[in-house]
């Protein structure tokens, strides 16, 4: 059994991007893992680590090719993304900011403006993004802070609080109120500078203590009749919200990247421990029960991975439909890998606890702390499911005639397809065309159940993708039947959201190894017989069909050798592996 490293571009940029911050196990490197547990013990910012990322030019990365910068596609970005997060969680979210802070400039600001912020950006300037407010949280429709309109432009005031990088950066991507109509056009988004903002215009706020992501800049800005040019307007005036919304779309895929790296990280401590503990006589690694924790948490990761590569792809292939694509991404990535880790710290014991030296830094104990609020960026896991119950009327009537958009599709699987530019102007509130993943999966079961019956696929893999077809196909009537209620959503509502979900995680590892079993079957690996995918589509049939245990082989037992291998290699465990310096778990 071998592991080539992938082709795949994304992901061999990550990993020189890996081998350029050097290894993270030797405690003399500025990115190592010790580094980042003492800086977490200190409640303290990791000014010099991102200073490093600076020097190595990810502030570039940010930015899109259009404007002057090296953003070539949001797949990238993402990979990138993980790479970090899979050394430390914090830095990843420190650093990783900016994006989030431009990217409503990227989605909704003219050319001009869209340039302009290019170059502070590429240049090193820092920029959050100032969306909540302490008395409203998630509810950005009813902000208090307020734009009032004047002769050159716009007297800024109110607080906003629990913003990443809101002292450390110099300019605030701001949502504020500019009319009083009582409405979402109510909103627009300004650009502020505070260096060119008086001090008595702004007050900094205290960053809060945090449970996780210790050393973040978690704190807010409060503003005094602070004087913004009408310059800085991004969009039109009123339109702060849909814009806001639309740049969700982005970073919701986006912070799949935390979760993975979390992940990556997590299963790598847990792996190699039970590959090194001696218990009863025998190494950890051939229990019985530590095997199936292990094999569980990794399939649970390469379904993530799974659904994080074809989402991330879909930003350009599949845009229209991204108010859908967005809010299942968020809600089945974190939740996965929340759940994941929580597992692996069982596989660990009390080193899962344990901090500072005394046993990897304390490696595992952060990451599961730090990864607790991914779920919470960038809008909740009830706010995410809450999305796609708004949706239920057309995601029924599309699914119902199992249409798609087959070019779009095809681009977002197949990894070896040309990704088309990503075109702002094809984002929309309502994914008018559903879920062409959700709406095809039809299609991957019948083409899984032919490659069965023709001997190039076990039959144990077309059972199961036949059992989520069944699944699928009662989600449509679920879906059809459903009434939508004007105040109060039903729990049940929230239960056929998670559903549909699954189903598309399950269509994307379908639609994923379809499109690119036959160029990635190196060496009878993960890739052969469809063995990733039938133990990640028995993951998801848990969930799917709780209380209903899977029958057959144990198709998980099979995946430990390929886990263990990966991990014996150096190699991240992942459906694309690729080197990791050496080292590093």
């Not at 404007?67 to 596609?73: F, I, R, T, V």
Request: glycine residues 8%.
């Amino acid at each position: 059994m071998t592991t080539p490293a992938t082709a795949h571009p994304s992901y061999r940029q990550a990993a020189l991007l890996d081998h350029r911050l050097g290894d993270p196990d030797d405690d003399g490197r500025l990115f190592s893992y010790a580094r980042c547990g003492a800086l977490d013990d200190r409640e303290e910012f990791p000014v010099e680590i991102c200073r490093e990322l600076d020097f190595l030019g990810l502030p570039a990365l940010y930015v899109p090719a259009a404007y002057g910068g090296a953003l070539q596609s949001y797949e990238q970005v993402l990979q990138l993304m993980r790479a970090i997060a899979r050394r430390d969680l914090t830095v990843a979210i420190a650093h990783g900011k900016t994006f989030l802070g431009a990217v409503s400039v990227w989605v909704g600001a003219t050319r001009e403006q869209a340039e302009h912020l290019a170059s502070q950006v590429i240049n090193g300037a820092v920029v959050s993004w100032a969306l909540t407010e302490r008395d409203h949280g998630s509810d950005l429709l009813a902000g208090d802070v307020v734009a009032r309109p004047g002769a050159d432009g716009y007297t800024v005031s109110g607080e906003k609080w629990l913003i990443n990088n809101a002292n450390r950066g110099r300019i605030v991507c701001l949502l504020a109120r500019t009319g009083e109509a009582g409405g979402a056009r109510d909103l627009s988004l300004l650009l502020v500078d505070k260096e060119r903002l008086g001090r008595h215009a702004y007050r900094p706020l205290p960053a809060v203590k945090l449970h996780g992501i210790r050393g973040a800049d978690i704190s807010g800005v409060a503003f005094t009749d602070a004087p913004v040019p009408r310059s800085a307007l991004i969009g039109g005036e009123g339109s702060g919200a849909e814009i806001v919304l639309k740049s969700l779309q982005l970073t919701r895929i986006l912070c799949a990247a935390l979760s993975l790296g979390a992940a990556d990280n997590a299963l790598g401590l847990a792996a190699g421990f039970a590959l090194e503990r001696e218990a009863y006589g025998r190494r950890l690694i051939e229990l019985p029960q530590t095997r199936r924790l292990l094999a569980q948490s990794y399939a649970d990761v390469l379904a993530a991975e799974a659904v994080t590569l074809v989402s991330s792809r879909s930003i350009h292939s599949l845009t229209g439909e991204l108010a859908t694509v967005s809010a299942v991404t968020k809600y089945v990535v974190p939740t996965m890998i929340d759940q994941a880790i929580t597992r692996l710290g069982t596989v660990l014991g009390a080193r899962s606890l344990l901090v500072g030296p005394t046993y990897q830094h304390g490696r595992f104990q952060k990451v599961q702390r730090d990864h607790r609020i991914v779920g919470i960026f960038d809008g909740n896991t009830l706010v995410n499911l809450h999305s796609l119950v708004n949706h239920f009327p057309l995601l029924a009537r599309k699914l119902r005639k199992r249409t798609g958009d087959a070019e779009g599709l095809a681009a977002a699987t197949s990894l070896d397809a040309p990704l088309p530019e990503f075109d702002r102007d094809q984002l929309s509130l309502v994914p008018r065309t559903g879920s062409s993943l959700v709406q095809r999966l039809a299609d991957a079961v019948a083409e899984v159940s032919a490659l069965a019956a023709r001997g190039a696929a076990p039959s144990s893999l077309a059972r199961r993708a036949e059992a989520v077809g069944a699944v699928a196909d009662g989600l449509a009537v679920e879906l059809a039947a459903h009434r939508p209620t004007a105040v109060e959503v039903p729990a049940s509502a929230f239960g056929l959201a998670e559903k549909y979900a699954y189903c598309y995680a399950a269509s994307a590892a379908l639609h994923l190894w379809l499109r690119n079993h036959e160029s990635q079957d190196h060496d009878r690996g993960l890739w052969a017989d469809g063995l990733w995918l039938e133990a990640v589509l028995s993951r998801l049939l848990s969930r799917l069909r709780p209380g209903r245990p899977d029958p057959g082989d144990d198709v998980l037992e099979r995946l430990v050798p390929f886990l263990i291998e990966q991990q014996g290699s150096g190699v991240l465990p992942s459906l694309l592996h690729y080197p990791l310096v050496k080292g590093s778990a």
